[in-house]
């Protein structure tokens, strides 16, 4: 099982709808993060968490919101969906002891919203 | 702000050498990675850098210069598998108190010719 597992892996959605997606990690990792990336645009950072009900804005947090109920779980938002939301999402973890915070990435929930 | 800086495509040849380069502007700059990532794939970690020097790992080296806020990812011998988006992050605190993001350059395509 893939330490960081990330639900949906594909979602078509229409504007307007309320969508989650879901991460959950077995590393025991105590920060999760939330990117998009879009092409020529790179990674850009949504909302990041560092421990239980933590939570803080990145780069691009208008449009979305998120949960951190439980260390293994990071859940995203997006209230009412529109077009230049779709992209692809990916959830992102690291050990905040260790000194290089190195990034473990999901595989990607790719999302499109029509 | 953040701003990072890398060359969008790059091509080489199998078996030459490659130099990516990445600059970088941050109020609050606490390390330097390179992630590899493949299309459709998930980025994986490279490389880390926090001192100023070269960092060297197998058939790939980082380097940083803290005071010209400039880093490098140097390739030798490559093999036709390192055809990927190369992502240069850097490690932001400037935001006061428990701050401390990671944040993406927009990546650089490796192109690798036989």
């Known amino acids: 099982d893939a330490d960081v597992t990330q639900t949906p892996r594909n979602r078509i959605t229409k504007t307007g709808k309320r969508i989650m997606l879901e991460c959950s990690q077995t590393?025991?990792?105590?920060?999760m993060y939330w990117y998009r990336q879009d092409p020529g645009l790179g990674l850009r950072l949504i909302y990041y968490?560092?421990?239980?009900?933590?939570?803080n804005k990145g780069e691009i947090s208008d449009g979305y919101s998120v949960s951190r109920q439980a260390q293994a779980k990071f859940s995203l938002s997006l209230e009412s969906a529109i077009p230049n939301q779709t992209a692809l999402y990916f959830c992102?973890?690291?050990?905040?002891?260790?000194?290089?915070?190195?990034?473990?990435f999901g595989a990607g929930s790719r999302l499109t919203v029509l | 702000g953040q701003n990072i800086d890398q060359p969008t495509e790059m091509t080489a040849t199998e078996g030459a050498i490659v130099q990516i380069n990445c600059t970088y502007q941050?109020?609050?700059?606490?390390?330097l990675f390179w992630y590899q990532q493949h299309a459709g794939e998930a980025p994986t970690f490279l490389s880390y850098?926090?001192?100023?020097g070269l960092e060297e790992k197998g058939r790939f080296s980082s380097f940083l210069s803290r005071s010209k806020g400039y880093s490098y990812l140097l390739l030798k011998e490559l093999q036709m598998k390192d055809s990927a988006s190369y992502l240069c992050?850097?490690?932001?605190?400037?935001?006061?108190?428990?701050?401390?993001?990671?944040?993406f350059g927009k990546g650089t395509r490796l192109h690798i010719l036989p």
């Open positions: 992102a973890t690291s050990d905040g002891s260790a000194g290089a915070n190195v990034l473990t």
């Open positions: 590393k025991g990792h105590d920060r």
């Open positions: 968490s560092f421990d239980v009900k933590d939570i």
């Open positions: 941050t109020s609050g700059f606490n390390g």
């Open positions: 850098n926090v001192l100023d």
């Open positions: 992050a850097v490690r932001d605190e400037g935001g006061g108190n428990r701050d401390d993001k990671i944040i």
